[in-house]
């Protein structure tokens, strides 16, 4: 069966969509059943728990930003609610 | 582990995997000739390139040592080395240069013969007639992957490459360097945003301020020439592909390198002097970056494409592999390894890197790629130091 997402690391603490995704749509991950908040569209990430504002963004193990609001599970993840940790440092330089 | 390629032992005990004749200008004057000649010989190939005269201080070395590393890569069983007679990359330095890796090199000058540029294609034919035969009778013998040098590549990534492609040619470098062998990891642009992570799998501390420098130094230019490189990362392609921060560009860039240790940052087209992962410095144009790599000394490049690139090099076998179904289709001549299957939930990143690996045991072992079928023989040397001309212009 073809799989809807990937997750990179065991670690993240989000998705990355092979395809499409609707808004409502269920999803399972390691037997964690939720639904997706927002049209996930592919290659864009979705949130796999809650994560509070100012908390780090996880994909491949790594921390790719950090939460500018809290973001809940099943949450569309982008540009609207994290920013680049690296950029906010730079800038506070 | 038994793991072992079919390739040709060099005098200086590196081994190749191909076995070339190369026929380099040592000024872009020269050219045509050097092509005529590659296009006479079997399995010869002629290193065009647009320099070689009017250059000065680093921007001469940088192109100096790229020709003279392009030679010794071992790939290439002897050299013929083409001046003009009046240029300032002598033909008989570049010669001599090559020479210290004791594989059989020839240089002349087209001035020096009587008869003009045919006489001179005639000249460099019957030096690589002879070359030929004496390459000919090698034969190839085993070699362990403590004698590889991997070069990892990517140009027209899109979001697809860093969750597929990319992570599948990291496990693939982690096992070259596993086994004892090298990896190089080029285009320093498609680090930033990632250089804590680069820093801490430094072997020392030393590598890990010159990953700092490196980045930092880059970053400076550029805010003191007034251009704000990192307003403009990601790229609104890459937002509307799902790429959210610099971070998570450059990781799905980095991925392509595993989790090995980082053994140092190399000059372009310099050799690296240890076994394990490198870094080089190159600002991410693929066909300079291939070249630089082959002028390391990499005997084969992994090159990942989301969007689709024909492009090779003449003396490294470049693999493509691709993660977007389109794009496997479409370009589908032009696509060594679909990587494709990991979108579609056909394989695991783990099983698509079986896959890549034994593609590329087969093209150690002489298989062709698609580029090298396609005839793709592209050169570009990166003029980094081109100080005194830099964004000079006339108003």
Redesign the interface.
């Known amino acids: 069966m073809k799989a809807k997402f990937i997750v990179m690391d065991t670690k993240d603490n989000c998705a990355t969509a092979l395809e499409d995704i609707d808004k409502g749509e269920e999803v399972d991950y390691n037997g964690k059943k939720f639904k997706i908040n927002q049209p996930i569209p592919l290659g864009h990430k979705f949130a796999l728990n809650d994560i509070k504002q100012e908390n780090f963004i996880k994909k491949y193990d790594q921390k790719i930003g950090i939460a500018t609001e809290d973001i809940k599970l099943g949450d569309w993840i982008h540009t609207h609610n994290i920013i680049s940790y690296y950029l906010k440092e730079l800038q506070n330089k | 582990m038994n793991e072992e390629f079919m390739g040709y032992e060099r005098p200086n005990s590196k081994v190749g995997i191909r076995n070339k004749i190369a026929i380099i200008p040592s000024v872009v004057c020269v050219n045509h000739i050097a092509e005529q000649i590659a296009n006479k010989l079997d399995d010869a190939v002629a290193i065009k390139h647009p320099l070689g005269c009017g250059q000065f201080g680093p921007d001469y070395s940088n192109t100096f040592r790229t020709l003279v590393g392009l030679g010794s890569n071992p790939n290439i069983y002897g050299v013929v080395v083409i001046g003009l007679g009046c240029e300032n990359l002598k033909s008989g330095v570049l010669a001599k240069n090559v020479k210290r890796t004791k594989k059989p090199v020839e240089f002349f000058n087209v001035q020096d013969i009587k008869g003009g540029s045919t006489a001179a294609i005639e000249y460099g034919l019957k030096i690589g007639n002879q070359m030929r035969e004496e390459a000919n009778e090698l034969k190839k013998e085993p070699f362990d992957f403590s004698n590889l040098v991997l070069g990892l590549e990517c140009g027209g990534s ?3 490459s860093g ?1 597929s492609a990319n ?1 599948a040619v990291g496990i693939i470098s982690d096992r070259v360097v596993k086994l004892g062998g090298t990896s190089i990891l080029p285009e320093f642009t498609e680090w ?3 250089e804590h ?1 680069l820093i801490e799998r430094a072997i020392n501390e030393n590598v890990a301020q010159k990953i700092h420098n490196t980045i930092t130094g880059f ?1 400076e230019n550029l805010k003191g020439l007034g251009i704000d490189f ?1 307003g403009v990362q990601p790229t609104p392609g890459n ?1 509307e ?8 560009k450059s ?1 799905g860039n980095i ?1 392509k390198s595993g989790k090995s240790p980082i053994q140092g940052i190399l000059d372009y087209s310099e050799p690296p002097k240890t076994k394990g992962l490198w870094l080089m410095l190159e600002p991410g144009l693929d066909i300079e970056s291939m070249t630089g790599l082959a002028a390391a000394g990499a005997q084969v490049i992994l090159m990942t494409t989301g969007r689709g690139s024909p492009c090779g090099n003449p003396i490294a076998p470049v693999i493509k592999l691709c993660g977007n179904p389109k794009t496997c289709n479409w370009m589908a001549e032009n696509i060594d390894v679909d990587a494709s299957r ?5 394989k695991t990143i783990e099983e698509l890197a079986e896959i890549l690996w034994l593609k590329m045991r087969k093209t150690l072992n002489g298989q062709q790629t698609q580029a090298e079928k396609l005839g793709f023989d592209d050169l570009a040397i990166w003029r980094n130091t081109a100080a005194p001309f830099q964004y000079m212009h006339c108003k």
Do not use: C, H, M, Y
């Open positions: 899109d979001s697809i969750i992570p930033i945003g990632t992570l970053i990192l937002i592909g799902g790429l959210s921060t610099i971070e998570e990781l991925a990991i979108i579609k939930g056909e």
